[in-house]
């Protein structure tokens, strides 16, 4: 019996291709390389529990199961997560084929937490630390089989940032952090002369003599010439040359004449790619393309500048971690948040909140014109010297991984909430400043740590501000005079109810939406401000202060990032012309109000004018909240909304601005008459198995508005060569009558997947996904 598996095994591995790799080039961080990619190492790994001789050549892999990256070691639900599940030793292990024995290498751009990595049984290189990439070099490649095996440390006892091997547990930090190759990894050829790096840097942003410093660090052991061309739009703006000499490690030139390119901005976020060449005579020894852009950012004491112009930051703080996945979902899902905040919720800013996150997550914010703060792992509290250490390093890894973003426009160079002491945090912040002097640094303070401000380790005051008390008045601190001020945080599940959920009462709810927009609305009010990132976007897991079975019920969406009334208010706040909005703050199904919601409910809108009708008979005219939000740039309207008991009329809202009709939505009151919803964000993948799309699944009215309070399970069947991550049954119940799943094609040829849902009274709905291998990448 076991000579028969092992031998399936073998057919599995030779049946997927087993990753036959020819002479392609591995980028470096950060950098696409022309020509060939490097292969990615998504499918066809084999991982299991630790076992004593699991890294050799020969081990017997006959109970190690067939995974795909990016994965998480344990099977999660949407809650309820359990920190012991993860906390273990884990191999994987990954079978290629090699065409040619040049100079290979592995690089992985994230493993939690601590890695061993060993080619045909010998070890290749380790890495500490679960946020930041690494490469390990692989010397004894050979042509045909090789077997690449990969240690994976998921256990809280390591001695690395944010973990505290000498604390009570995980749940003494504000997040869980499950373990698994939980980004991508690629394997390649590298060539002998080669660019290991590249940074581009704008200087003079806002003078027509705007240049760009090249900074490019080679293993170069030839003579050779290095060439960098600036383009935007498919044209060359201009170019810069400067020879390499051999043995040489760092060549720094200028490329100049660049008074033509266009800025860089949150409204047309302009990129350039730098095509950067090192040549011997004619011959291309290496190539990089890294993508920048134009733009001066400042922190000033009167408020933050972008490009010269006054911008009031207005934005939340973003965990990456996701439902039955952890932080395991690939690129699109990752780029996804950030669509949603930045065109959905209207965000300016996101805080990295607190490690450095995907740089699929970051090239979607430099597209979309999303600034961002990025900050190193850690969370309230230092550990030891070799902690600090592994924290030093991680201000290295995260700058030299990420100073070509324009939208990055601060490190956060202090441990979050955290006092460690003044000279720690001048060695982090100079460091930072080494690597790239174009930056400010900060760290987010807390009331604890307010006072322990010195001035000099840090260029920016942020504050985590939750002074305000329950069942006071909101309130912000001041800005702290003579440094440049901004809010990192706010609000969360500290200032008002513990948790925030659709299924929660309507006045918390509703709560949560005011208080959300008061906080803005105070920043707004002085200039002082830089602005507020509130907390926070998405809910997450956690153990710690105020959880709820393993969740932090605080986002203005859920884990699912499906919206709750919170996000009405940050949906609200953009130019109608660009998309008009009108959300109710209360549910129109008269369940917990027979009477309707009654006077003064909430409606987050940008029109100028709300006309009401019930029935399409005229109901009244909205008026405006701007007496309680004297600064936000849409106020909400207050509606009263009271029907005789018995009745459930059709609400319309007609919303009009310059003059003009801009929208007109309808609600129904007849549940009767309510449906399934199953819509997914992308209806193309590759079929790679490297690529996956969310599919909603939720209760709405006829006209497509959630009902939150539907309850009973939904059953999920999926058909097609893909894999369904999420619960096979959902309870709307808990979820407050709308959940999501997602979707992952396996790597093979075309396809479809197809995923039905069946609720006992709603019926059944369809998605349907097209899988090919041409399918655009995210």
């Known amino acids: 019996m076991g000579g028969e598996r092992r031998l399936s095994r073998r057919g599995f591995l030779a049946a997927s291709g087993a990753a036959l790799l020819g002479a392609a080039v591995a980028g470096s961080a950060g950098h696409a390389a022309p020509g060939p990619d490097p292969a990615q190492l998504g499918d066809f790994w084999l991982f299991g529990r630790y076992d004593d001789g699991c890294t050799d050549l020969g081990f017997d892999e006959v109970d190690l199961s067939p995974v795909q990256l990016p994965h998480c070691v344990t099977p999660l639900s949407w809650t309820g997560w359990d920190p012991a599940s993860w906390q273990d030793r884990w191999i994987y292990r990954k079978h290629f084929t090699v065409t040619t024995t040049e100079r290979h290498t592995a690089r992985f751009d994230g493993v939690m937490t601590n890695s061993a990595v060993y080619l045909n049984g010998t070890l290749a290189g380790t890495h500490e630390g679960g946020y930041l990439p690494f490469e390990v070099e692989l010397p ?58 590249v940074f581009a840097r704008p200087v003079d942003v806002l003078s027509p003599g705007r240049s760009l410093h090249l900074t490019c660090t080679l293993d170069a052991p030839v003579a050779a010439e290095i060439t960098a061309s600036v383009r935007q739009a498919g044209r060359e703006l201009a170019r810069g040359t400067a020879p390499v000499t051999a043995g040489g490690t760092t060549v720094e030139f200028d490329v100049r004449e660049l008074g033509a390119v266009r800025l860089w901005d949150v409204e047309d976020p302009a990129l350039c790619d730098v095509v950067v060449t090192v040549r011997a005579g004619l011959r291309v020894l290496d190539q990089r393309v890294v993508r920048t852009g134009f733009r001066d950012a400042r922190f000033t004491t009167e408020g933050f500048f972008l490009n010269g112009r006054r911008l009031k930051l207005f934005g939340l703080n973003r965990h990456q971690w996701y439902p039955f996945a952890g932080g395991a979902l690939p690129d699109r899902v990752q780029r996804r948040d950030a669509e949603i905040l930045r065109r959905e919720l209207n965000c300016t800013m996101v805080r990295c909140s607190h490690y450095p996150q995907s740089s699929a997550f970051l090239d979607a914010c430099d597209e979309l014109g999303l600034l961002v703060w990025e900050e190193i792992p850690g969370w309230g509290h230092i550990g030891d010297d070799a902690w600090q250490r592994r924290n030093l390093a991680d201000v290295t890894g995260m700058v030299v991984r990420d100073r070509n973003h324009p939208s990055i426009v601060v490190w956060g160079t202090r441990v979050n909430e955290a006092n460690g002491t003044t ?28 006072g322990r401000f010195a001035g000099g380790d840090v260029e920016i005051l942020a504050y985590n501000d939750y002074t305000a008390r329950r069942g006071a008045p909101f309130q912000l601190r001041p800005p702290r005079p003579g440094v440049p001020y901004l809010v990192t945080e706010t609000i969360g599940t500290l200032a008002g109810a513990r948790a925030y959920r659709r299924t929660d009462a309507p006045a918390a709810r509703q709560q949560q939406a005011e208080l959300h927009a008061k906080a803005h609305d105070l920043a707004a009010a002085d200039d002082r401000y830089c602005g507020l990132l509130a907390w926070c976007a998405f809910d997450y897991p956690s153990g710690w202060l105020r959880s709820v079975g393993g969740s932090k019920y605080c986002g203005v969406s859920d884990i699912f990032r499906i919206p709750k009334p919170a996000a009405a208010f940050y949906a609200s706040q953009c130019d109608p012309r660009v998309r008009a909005v009108a959300e109710p703050g209360f549910a129109w199904d008269f369940t917990d109000r027979p009477g309707g919601p009654g006077p003064g409910a909430t409606i987050w809108s940008n029109c100028d004018r709300l006309l009401l009708f019930l029935d399409d008979r005229p109901a009244g005219e909205a008026r405006s909240r701007r007496g309680d939000f004297p600064h936000l740039r849409y106020p909400p309207f207050a509606a009263d909304l009271t029907v005789p008991k018995g009745r459930r009329p059709q609400l319309r809202i007609d919303g009009y601005a310059g003059g003009r009709l801009v929208l007109s939505r309808r609600f129904s009151g007849d549940r009767g008459r309510d449906v399934l919803s199953c819509v997914p964000d ?32 939904v059953s999920l069947t999926l058909t097609g060569p893909g894999e369904l991550i999420g619960d096979p049954t959902l309870d709307f119940g808990a979820t407050g009558g709308a959940a999501a799943v997602w979707l992952r094609p396996a790597a093979g040829p075309s396809g479809t997947l197809t995923l039905t849902a069946r609720h006992e009274t709603l019926g059944s709905a369809t998605a349907i996904v097209k899988v090919t291998p041409d399918a655009t990448h995210p």
Do not use: C, H
């Not at 604390?167 to 660019?195: C, E, H, K, N």
């Not at 400043?433 to 307010?450: E, F, V």
């Not at 992308?682 to 799309?693: I, N, Q, W, Y």
């Open 682 to 713: 992308d209806p193309e993948l590759r079929a790679d198995g490297g690529d996956a799309t969310r599919v909603v699944v939720a209760a709405v009215d006829r006209f497509g508005t959630l009902r939150a309070g539907t309850t009973g399970e």
């Open 423 to 450: 000279a720690m945090y001048q060695r982090t912040g100079q460091r930072a400043r080494q690597l790239d002097p174009s930056r400010p640094t900060s760290g987010a303070l807390a009331s604890a740590t307010g």
């Open 140 to 197: 004894d490649v050979v042509a045909g089989d090789n077997v690449l095996a990969v240690v994976v440390d998921g256990r809280w006892a390591l001695d690395v940032p944010p973990n505290l091997p000498r604390s009570a547990g995980p749940s003494v930090i504000d997040f869980y952090q499950p373990a698994g190759i939980y980004r991508p990894a690629t394997i390649g050829a590298v060539p002998r002369t080669r660019l290991t790096d």
